[in-house]
């Protein structure tokens, strides 16, 4: 009973421990760039300028489709499957696109690199993107994300918009910024293309 005491002891310490060290990775990872424009109750402006983006499109309807399929194209990218065999930093946020027929994930590269100065990635199925400078508005949510929170927090982000008179326009997208194996500290955002200045 004693050493099966120590065993869970020695486990949970181990645990808050590899949490308190990933918390503190996570935080030193770059990530993208925007300016907050303007700050309301339930959300917030941004203004996003251009960014390159590695890019993969995917049938999956699902953020749990997406994610396990797209990651691993993405992460192969990186981790050198492309024509240098080169590693490229992970940055944060991801970017998933959920549509109804066609979903997109995205890596943000690091910000010393382009799509010039990239290596071209061995697979055919990932493409490096340029993004265009934009206006959003974003929710934040902590935990674990689903599809079903996800859409939660659309349809609480499209109510607030619309209660502020603001436009919106394209689809909800979804922002995540932690590993899987991260159990504290997670942020996760829905984000969308908004009409900005306003009239």
Request: no cysteine; charged share 20%; proline share 5%.
């Amino acid at each position: 009973m004693k050493i099966i005491l120590i065993t869970s002891i020695s486990l949970a310490v181990l645990l808050v421990v590899l949490q308190i060290y990933t918390t503190m990775a996570t935080n030193k990872t770059e990530t993208q760039t925007f300016t907050v424009i303007k700050e309301e109750k339930l959300f917030e402006i941004r203004f996003y300028p251009a960014a390159t983006l590695a890019k993969i499109s995917s049938t999956s309807k699902s953020y749990k489709d997406l994610g396990s399929s797209g990651f691993s194209k993405l992460a192969n990218y990186i981790f050198g499957g492309n024509s240098q065999n080169k590693q490229i930093a992970m940055t944060s946020p991801v970017h998933m696109d959920i549509g109804d027929s066609i979903s997109t994930m995205a890596f943000v590269m690091p910000s010393n690199f382009n799509k010039d100065n990239l290596p071209k990635p061995n697979s055919n199925e990932v493409r490096l993107e340029t993004s265009e400078p934009e206006y959003v508005a974003a929710i934040k949510f902590g935990g674990f994300a689903s599809t079903e929170i996800i859409n939660k927090h659309k349809e609480i982000l499209s109510n607030a918009l619309q209660e502020k008179g603001i436009s919106f326009y394209g689809n909800f997208r979804f922002l995540g910024y932690n590993p899987p194996y991260q159990l504290l500290g997670r942020r996760n955002e829905v984000i969308v293309a908004i009409n900005w200045p306003q009239k």
